[in-house]
């Protein structure tokens, strides 16, 4: 009787010291391996915080956020530039809203088609095409809008648009060989994959019994959809869009390749623009110290959004699925 | 009882639903269809553009002295690509894991929910902002390289490595690792011995989709490993080259023989991800079946 | 245990109609004023199926007739030739062990199998002389007439008066909602305990509350007949009665078909029985359709005495 307690008792007998060290080794490993994610981040904001520290202060950051000249300077030491990120910021909203504008509503009607319209013969192979389109490295995406897609299709498309709505500020022409058109119009078909997998993955996860009560109530498949499995998966909708927007911000290759490299706010969508991240990596290699911190407070700036608009995601989700599981009316 | 009186509706109101009904289903096509257009055509002109101009000089030779005539291939592309891969691979992978581990073994330490936290904000950040970090931290110290491109790749790969490990390592099941407790195991001795085989092929396919998303990065390399012209093998202080990098140069520039290469690149890297993509997901697919 | 009909009758809670006990197989004879709807084609084409000769033994009034059917899926066939007849207003229980198809059947009387891709019916079901399976009937239709409660309550994840008024909003109701989703509520037997928090979740009810919720959402469409999937299996003891004396209540109004695997339930809410058994094919068959009273005294077959009495297997 008493051995037995002892010997399942680990504390009450003298174990071998080796496993016991294994332990701790092990639980010290381990977290290390975690601290060093939080490090990374912490490192991440604070150097680059720093660095472009001396861009804000000598720019103020109000000007910095909604200026419209970008002026570098070629000082080793000190900021004798002008930085301001305004027209940046705009052509990074300008495309990133006509994504996900093109986007969202194409990422629901795949993801419904995929949950509830094809059979599972249809549907999983085309689930998996979207997975797998996804990884496209984006610099294919690039090369692929500016060699192939944007002057074949959306050309023409462009030019249509501004003959006939020309006279609405955003449709005005001419039409540039690289504009935020272009740019905004490839990213959606770039975020479409990550947003349908998203909202496939959520349709798919609303109760067959709930599909059920509608069908046995005479709704129409339409009706299901439309009116079951859409609004029970709101909050994951708005969550995935969010997703898609932070990459939508965050993208860079394809946009620096089809944006144009604009100077100045257009309000058309069909003249040069230029993008935040853009801007970094079409600049980077002709800057001087200077000019590339000033490019690093460009990047904080983007950093800042994403980590916002992603926070705010979770924030509404968490919200949404709050009251679901209550009262809406 | 008026009970009669919702059925009137019936007639025009049901053939207007059956209508609605066929109509957005119509719609609901064509929304498939407009998006799976562009998609397919984005592997399609890749192979047709790419496969004329994919000769053996191409996968086996390095620019020619000149950018503007044709002939010359992207093989110091290819060498970075694969070298700082393999790098990123190695750092990222045992501090991934590890972080996962931790997440599992020991959820009620009071750091797991911030590193989960953590790492899901890390996946957020756009990859040209780490190029930017590295930069700062590292470029400006030891120079651009091999290895400082692979550390902002590596820092890419790290968080969708952790939150994958984490979800496939809390798969396993408790009666398994109670049973190697059961045994007088210690919990290193279970992690290793039953935890980590029991999870191997489902945090290789986390792994492989990482290197894939990885690889196909172009900004933090714009930052970080510069360029190159012909291979590199050093680890560190010399410029770098890969890929995307190259595609990314020859893309925007003017010359049709440049223009031509970069075609021939990109199916040389949509070959490469998709390939790695596909294998994960076979030994997913094979894993759920056993 | 042995079920007599001496212990349905004790157990069988407050009947509005005591002749229904004595005569089960008989339709009443008068209708409440205007709750029954008078039948109307489904079909969009208006041609009446050609008359035909029912056998002596179906009841007077069907409302739903299943002659030779089978259903498959895939190329397994669930249920082989089965033929039954459903009398109108009055409770018909599908009973059997687990895999003779009695949930099948079920769904076949409003085409909820036509939702499980590979499903396939050999045969007719019968509703008002027309065979729903015929090409230009229209299953959206079938089902807002042949309304379905489900083993699991299944409330939407929506306001309480929201989940009533779901249906009578596809159909375009545009009367007094307020007045219907009351009506229905009412009739459910659920109104006294929702009345204040009609804008509260569904989801927020109790087991029993949610069942009779889907029970009012199904009332709130007006179908004629309503099919119901073990209604009471995932409920307690006190909400199955409730649910019991709900379906004794509703049967003036509508048609009720049941599967259930309770003996008792079936003995004492039922006015028919179907008993349906596994053959050796794991296909579903009938082994004899008769009044309630008369399965659970003096049974036919040897196999209906063996699975009421619980020494079945």
Known sequence: M????????????????????????????????????????????????????????????????????????????????????????????????????????????????????????????LAYLVELL???????????????????????????????????????????????FYAGVVLAIM????????????????????????????????????????????????????????????????????????????????????????????????????????????????????????????????RLGDLSGEAIS | MTAAV??????????????????????????????????????????????????????????????????????????????????????????????????????????????????????????????????????????????????????????????????????????LKRGSYALGARQWQTVFRVTLPAAASGLTTGVMLAVARALGETAPLVLTALAAQTVVLDFQGQGQTALPLLIFREARGAFAAGQERAWAGALELMALVLVLSIVARAIATRRAAR | MRVTTESATMTTPTMTDPAVEATPSQPPEIRPPGAMVPPRPI???????????????????????????????????????????????????????????????????????DLTPGSRLDGEVRYHGTNLYRADVDPVEVRRRIGMVFQKPNPFPKSIYDNVAFGPRLNGYRDNMDELVERSLRQAALWDEVKDKLKQSGLALSGGQQQRLCIARTIAVEPEIILMDEPASALDPRSTLQIEELMAELKENYTIVIVTHNMQQAARASDRTVFLNMGDDRAGYVVEVDDTVKIFTNPREQLTEDYISGRFG
């Open chain 1, 134 to 180: 996804a990884a496209i490295p984006s610099v294919v995406y690039g090369l692929w809008g500016l060699h192939f897609f944007a002057p074949t299709v959306l050309k023409p498309v462009a030019k249509f648009l501004s003959e006939t709505l020309g006279f609405i500020p955003i449709f005005e022409g001419p039409v540039v060989a690289f504009n935020p």
């Open chain 2, 6 to 175: 919702s059925l009137r509706a019936t007639g025009a109101r049901a053939r207007r639903r059956a209508f609605v009904n066929a109509a957005m289903h119509a719609v609901l096509g064509l929304a498939v269809l407009a998006a799976l257009v562009p998609l397919f055509l984005i592997i399609a002109v890749t192979i047709a553009q790419g496969l004329p101009a994919m000769t053996t000089e191409f996968l086996t030779s390095t620019f020619n002295f000149s950018r503007r005539v044709q002939g010359g291939g992207y093989l110091h592309g290819l060498i970075g690509t694969l070298y700082m891969g393999g790098l990123a691979t190695l750092m990222a992978v045992p501090i991934g894991i590890a972080a996962a581990l931790f997440l599992t073994e020991f959820p009620r330490s009071r750091l797991a929910a911030p590193i989960r936290f953590f790492a899901d904000v890390m996946t957020g950040v756009p990859s040209v902002f780490v190029g930017l970090f590295v930069y700062a931290v590292l470029v400006r110290q030891i120079g651009f390289g091999t290895f400082v491109g692979a550390v902002s790749l590596a820092i890419i790969m790290l968080p969708i490595i952790v939150r994958s490990a984490e979800e496939i390592l809390r798969t396993v099941p408790g009666d």
């Open chain 1, 191 to 318: 975020i479409l994959p990550i947003i349908t997998a998203i909202v496939h993955e959520i349709f798919r996860a609303a109760p067959a019994a709930e599909r059920q009560a509608a069908y046995a109530l005479g709704a129409t498949r339409w009706e299901v959809m439309w009116q079951v499995v859409v609004p029970r998966s709101r909050p994951g909708i708005v969550g995935a869009t969010m997703l898609g927007l932070g990459r939508a911000l965050g993208e860079t290759i394809a946009i620096a390749l089809l944006i144009g490299g604009g100077t100045t706010i257009n309000i058309s969508l069909f003249q040069q623009g230029e993008s935040i991240a853009a801007k970094i990596v079409n600049t980077f290699q002709e800057s001087a110290p200077e000019a590339i911190d000033a490019l690093i407070a460009l990047g904080v700036t983007l950093f800042a959004i994403t980590i916002v608009i992603n926070m705010a995601a979770r924030l509404i989700v968490r």
């Open chain 3, 43 to 113: 079909a969009r084409a208006r041609d009446a199926s050609a008359p035909r000769n029912e056998p002596e033994a179906r009841p007077a009034n069907p409302a739903v007739e299943l002659s030779d059917v089978s259903i498959f899926y895939g190329a397994f066939r669930a249920v082989r030739d089965v033929s039954f007849s459903v009398p109108a207003h009055a409770i018909t229980a599908l009973i059997g062990p687990s895999g003779s198809g009695k949930s099948t059947l079920l769904r076949a009387i409003n085409r909820m199998n």
């Open chain 1, 2 to 125: 008493t051995s037995r307690t002892t010997t399942l008792n680990p504390g009450g007998i003298a174990s071998s010291g080796r496993g016991r060290l294994g332990d701790r080794a092990f639980r010290w490993a381990v977290a290390a391996g975690g601290i060093t994610v939080l490090l990374i981040l912490a490192l991440m904001i604070g150097s680059t915080t720093l660095d472009a520290l001396p861009v804000f202060s000598s720019q103020g950051i109000v000007d910095f956020l909604t200026g419209i000249t970008w002026d570098p300077g070629v000082s080793r030491t000190e900021i004798t530039g002008t930085y301001q990120a305004g027209v940046f910021m705009f052509g990074t909203l300008v495309t990133s809203l006509l994504a996900i504008t093109l986007a969202l509503p194409l990422s629901i009607a795949i993801a419904l088609f995929l949950s509830d319209v094809a059979g599972p013969r249809v549907a999983r192979p």
